[in-house]
């Protein structure tokens, strides 16, 4: 038994967890093989890797928990089809951290009287709870809230919180005033001091700013981090663009290990101000990192890089991007994708840079989902 809920059908939201991991993992491998049959040249014994694998269980750095029920008695959890709360704080997805604060978290949001919105009725405060643990132990908590109104209530009962639970290292509050599926608002109001989560992986200290991206499955992203670092070295690229470049995980990996003048481009100004603190503090000061869009700012460059990382959103690059990849001078291109269809359209578009190497990480256990890393050269 890896897990009751799944096992009594109250939660599938690891859809693969009945299946054996060797065979998640070969069925992922052969779909992504499938999908990028055309544009990998399958026949080179040097391309596909073997896929890198996780643990099942206790890798989720991050909890994204739906609060429902009643300020006595909250759920965190999901939503079954008929809109009730499933209470899943003892997921054994999470990482052990996550799931001994739960409990403590679930006791606070009653102590400081923090009503569970309600869908039917449009009533109520707290929406989701977001927790994140970094590999230190230190904890990010996130409350989402409909309004301001609990949020003197949180200030005053946070150092009680902070006394019973000290690895909260960042508290802040969310504003989602919005009935419609949205995990979060653009406002953020940070109560506590630290304003960043810092996140030690693979020998990089990289800060999580609250609405910032992560990976998260810390082991997997190391192995990520790991993979750039190689392949990159091997190519000894000049001049390196981080196109997506989130909290500068590949850029600050690949400033770490070689001589490389590295520029990362992120539209979160948010992820840039984490970047550019996590380059000062490593005196990586051959790297910057600028807030813009990926695409337009590469287009409306004069120059050309030796090597374009991207990691772009389930959407993938799209044509413009992987036009002007195709017609640039750019000699080597690695990509990190999360959905292979779209990574397949894109090397569809860049039919001159060909796969010479290329990895599954099994970044999401138990789940149809995957990332694959490509190193691509041109032709």
Request: net charge negative; with cysteine; charged share 20%.
């Amino acid at each position: 038994m890896l897990c009751s809920h799944f096992d009594a059908g109250r939660c599938r939201s690891c859809t693969w967890l009945g299946t054996a991991y060797a065979e998640q993992l070969a069925a992922k491998q052969h779909t992504v093989e499938e999908l990028l049959a055309g544009p990998v040249d399958t026949g080179r014994a040097s391309v596909w890797l073997p896929p890198a694998a996780s643990a099942q269980l206790g890798v989720r750095n991050k909890a994204k928990m739906v609060v429902s029920g009643t300020v006595a008695e909250p759920t965190l959890g999901i939503l079954n089809p008929a809109g009730a709360g499933v209470d899943l704080r003892d997921c054994p997805l999470h990482t052990p951290g996550i799931q001994a604060a739960l409990p403590v978290l679930a006791d606070f949001t009653t102590r400081a009287a923090l009503a569970p919105y309600d869908l039917a009725t449009r009533r109520g405060e707290l929406k989701y709870l977001l927790v994140t643990e970094s590999p230190d132990g230190e904890l990010m908590v996130r409350f989402v809230l409909r309004s301001q109104e609990p949020v003197a209530r949180i200030r005053k009962h946070l150092p009680a919180l902070i006394e019973r639970l000290p690895q909260v290292a960042v508290a802040t509050v969310n504003l989602q005033p919005e009935h419609k599926a949205v995990l979060e608002g653009e406002r953020e109001i940070v109560l506590t001091e630290q304003e960043s989560l810092l996140m030690r992986v693979g020998g990089l200290g990289l800060h999580l700013r609250p609405q910032s991206f992560f990976q998260t499955n810390t082991a997997m992203a190391a192995e990520l981090y790991r993979l750039a670092r190689t392949w990159v070295v091997e190519v000894e690229p000049a001049t390196v663009w981080d196109l997506y470049c989130g909290v500068g995980g590949f850029a600050l990996a690949i400033a770490s290990t070689t001589d490389s003048e590295v520029i990362g481009i992120e539209i979160s100004g948010a992820a840039v101000a984490s970047a550019t603190a996590s380059a000062a503090e490593a005196g990586l000061d051959q790297v910057r990192f600028e807030a813009a869009d990926a695409t337009a700012w590469a287009l409306a460059r004069s120059d050309v890089p030796d090597l374009v990382v991207v990691n772009p959103p389930r959407r993938g690059l799209g044509a413009e991007l992987s036009g002007w990849l195709e017609d640039s001078r750019v000699r080597h291109v690695l990509y990190s994708s999360c959905n292979a269809h779209t990574l397949a359209r894109d090397l569809e578009t860049m039919p001159s840079l060909r796969p010479v190497r290329a990895q599954l990480l099994d970044m999401f256990p138990n789940t149809a989902h995957y990332e694959v890393l490509a190193l691509l050269e041109r032709s």
